[in-house]
C-alpha cells in the first residue's frame, strides 16, 4: 500500500471537460510533485510544490494548473486538454529542503481525453 | 538540458541468471536514486547513492555511484520472477534540489 494515495485511479474527459486530480500525503512531507508518465516511457516532472509554494514548473501548458491548499493535499487543475494529454499521472511527495531524499509515489490517475 | 539515459532498454534473462542495468548522465550529479516500476504500478524507491564511487547492496541487488558521478549501475544476482519490472535511475543535478530526472528505463522479464 503506497501511503500518498491519489483519486480518481481514472478518468476519462473531453477535450472541452473542466476535472481535477487530487493527491493526499499525512507523512508530514512539505515538498509534493506531479509528474506525467505514457506508456513505457519514464516519468516527467511537471511541477513541485515545498512548503505549499510551487517550487518548479517544467514549463507545462496553461491548461494544467496546479494548487496546493495545504500540506497535506495537492490539486491538478485540467481544463481544455489534448488527446496528447492521455497518460497516468503520478503524485509524490518528499522531505522538504537539504536532502529530499526518497519519493513516494502515489498509484496515480489514469487520464483519458477523448 | 539534462539527460539520463539507460542500457539496455529491454532485458529478457532465464530465472536465475544476473541483471544490469547502466545509467548514464550528460552531466555531473549531486546524487542518483534507483526505482522499480512494476507492470501497471507506480514507482517505488530503491536507494539512493550519494558519494563517488559508492557501492551499497540490498539482498541480491548492488548498486554502484561511478567516480566522476555521472553514471551509475544496478545489478542483479540470480535474478527472480518477482524482479520483473521497469527499473529507472533518477538523478540530481544540485543538493537540495526537488528536480529529479528520471533515465529512460530498462525493462526486465524473467523468464521461469
Known amino acids: 500500500d503506497t501511503e500518498v494515495t491519489q483519486t480518481p485511479k481514472h478518468l476519462v474527459m473531453g477535450m472541452t471537460n473542466k476535472k481535477s486530480l487530487k493527491c493526499e500525503q499525512h507523512?508530514?512531507?512539505?515538498?509534493m510533485y506531479w509528474y506525467k508518465q505514457k506508456a513505457k516511457k519514464p516519468p516527467e516532472l511537471m511541477f513541485v510544490?515545498?512548503?505549499?509554494?510551487?517550487?518548479i514548473n517544467e514549463s507545462v501548458p496553461s491548461r494544467f494548473s496546479p494548487e496546493c491548499p495545504n500540506s497535506s493535499l495537492l490539486n491538478l487543475h485540467l481544463h481544455a486538454l489534448q488527446p496528447e494529454d492521455s497518460a497516468l499521472y503520478l503524485c509524490?511527495?518528499?522531505?522538504?529542503?537539504?536532502?529530499?531524499?526518497?519519493?513516494?509515489f502515489g498509484e496515480g490517475s489514469r487520464l483519458t481525453v477523448l | 538540458g539534462q539527460q539520463v539515459m539507460q542500457i539496455p532498454q529491454y532485458q529478457h534473462v532465464q530465472e536465475g541468471e544476473d541483471f544490469t542495468t547502466y545509467c548514464n548522465s550528460s552531466t555531473t550529479l549531486s546524487n542518483i536514486q534507483w526505482y522499480k516500476q512494476r507492470p501497471g504500478g507506480h514507482p517505488v524507491f530503491l536507494i539512493q547513492l550519494v558519494k563517488s564511487g559508492e557501492v551499497k547492496k540490498q539482498k541480491r541487488l548492488t548498486f554502484q555511484f561511478g567516480e566522476a558521478k555521472k553514471n551509475s549501475s544496478l545489478h542483479i544476482t540470480a535474478t527472480q520472477t518477482t524482479d520483473v519490472g521497469t527499473y529507472f535511475c533518477?538523478?540530481?543535478?544540485?543538493?537540495?534540489?526537488?528536480?529529479?530526472?528520471f533515465g529512460t528505463g530498462t525493462r526486465l522479464k524473467v523468464l521461469a
Open positions: 510544490y515545498s512548503y505549499e509554494k510551487l517550487s
Open positions: 507523512m508530514g512531507h512539505r515538498a
Open positions: 509524490a511527495s518528499s522531505q522538504a529542503g537539504g536532502f529530499t531524499g526518497e519519493l513516494f
Open positions: 533518477a538523478g540530481s543535478r544540485t543538493s537540495g534540489t526537488y528536480k529529479y530526472i
